[in-house]
């Protein structure tokens, strides 16, 4: 649920610098980089509002330059982030319907524009001219010149236009720093809910059920905090030496900011059992488990194993149990405990055969919305609908009637999630109450802190967790 920061050069910094926009066309020249960054947006395009977590594939040796891949990386991240925003402006250059356009099309209006309005450190012309080369070879005649037209546009409205404090104004882009792009003119609406929802790049429904649940200035907050770009957030409360360098305390004990050499991370992790990237509201979980004394735990679904990690440092006698449906993610939850003596890899058909009522404690980490995650995880914005929720509740409460089932007598479940919407958390604690005769205690659901802004140190993701005991 958490992890090492996103590569690139950052999302804001100084005034462009560069030559004029009357300068050589830089799509007379091969750029495989931003080529590769419109052939994964045109890809999406096609799939939104599912888009894929796949990353940005560029095949080895065809970018020579590490720079130029560390931008491609960083447009399609930021496209990620602000897709409602950038097909929002555009579509007030388009003549047409920008959600009948074209995937090859969007892909460089959303390339172009992201460069021109997110990322100062590229030139608006270079952002122009490629998105144009690439549309000229991608799309048929004369869509290229639709291209140009609306990112010319796009130019004139943000191109050098000063950072401001954010004070929700329609002429305002809020950027990932907390300030916001001061542009040429109001494009954003005037209804203060929708304001918000396209200037952050958030579903309008999604923002308006938000509005009805917290006041404006919770809102605000939430919606800006999935713009940050998100630290790395070490646990490091069961470290049993001294910690390393490059590592900043948190706000929270027991976790630390890593601020050491991106390159150097991996190094640490494998080389520390005893660390592990974790955000606090993950790990609060688990602290609600403290107080009791299991002898066997089941994580079912463990993920990668962050929570499974804490678990084991936390409860030193307990014996484990680690499964995921996921194939992929099974697979490494055995590679990562192959050599734990008390953490055994299972996969869940062999947990419900073999350990029926025999749990004394059972953690459901279920899969969620992800709303409480959205700067980590920016593309479940575009999911957050009502269909998409009632596909997830069903499937928590077969989890937690699963989990049931697994429940030794006087045992718990352990309940979390990464949502922040009452109907996977609240709801669903009072449903289990109900239908499997539980009981619940925890400390519900924590919004997210920190942000755009605001110091690493104070950065914590969106989570809840109940304890349910029978």
Known sequence: RSGPPR???????????????????????????????????????????????????????????????????????VVTSRWITLGFIAQRFLKSGWADAQPELKAAVLAGAAQILLLDRV?????VDHAVGWARGALKVGASKVVNAVLRRITELGEDTPEVEYTHAPDQLPLSSGRARLLRAAVFPDDPVERLAMATGHPRLCM???????????????????????????????????????LEAHVQSGHHVYVGPR?????????????????????????????????????????????????AATF????????????????????????HRRVRPATPDDVHRAQRGKADLVVLDVPCSNSGVLARRPEAKYRLTGKFLSQLVKLQQDILTQGRSLLAPGGAMLYSTCSVEPVENDDQVAWACKTLGLSASGPGVLLPGGGPGKPDREYHDGAFSALLTS
């Open 7 to 77: 590569s690139g050069p950052p999302r804001s910094g100084p005034p462009r610098s560069g030559p004029p926009r009357s300068g050589p066309p830089e799509a007379s020249n091969p750029d495989p980089a931003r080529d590769a960054v419109c052939m994964h947006l045109a890809g999406q395009a096609q799939r939104y509002p599912q888009l894929e977590l796949r990353p940005l594939a560029i095949p080895p040796g065809v970018v020579r330059d590490p720079r130029d891949e560390a931008l491609a990386h960083q447009i399609v991240n």
């Open 123 to 127: 030139p608006a012309y270079a952002a």
């Open 208 to 246: 308006e059920a938000w509005a009805k649940r917290w006041e404006p200035g919770v809102v605000k907050a939430l919606a800006l905090h999935s713009l940050c770009e998100p630290p790395t957030i070490l646990r490091t409360a069961h470290a049993r030496g001294a910690l390393p360098p490059g």
């Open 263 to 311: 390159g150097a991370l991996g190094a640490l992790l494998s080389s520390r059992d005893d660390i592990w990237v974790q955000d606090p509201a993950s790990s609060r979980a688990v602290e609600l488990a403290k107080g009791l004394k299991p002898r066997l735990i089941i994580d079912l679904c463990a993920g990668q194993g962050t929570k499974t990690r804490q678990l």
């Open 316 to 339: 030193p006698d307990a014996q484990i149990i680690a499964c995921d449906p996921d194939e992929r993610r099974s697979g490494i939850l055995a590679q990562a405990f192959e050599r």
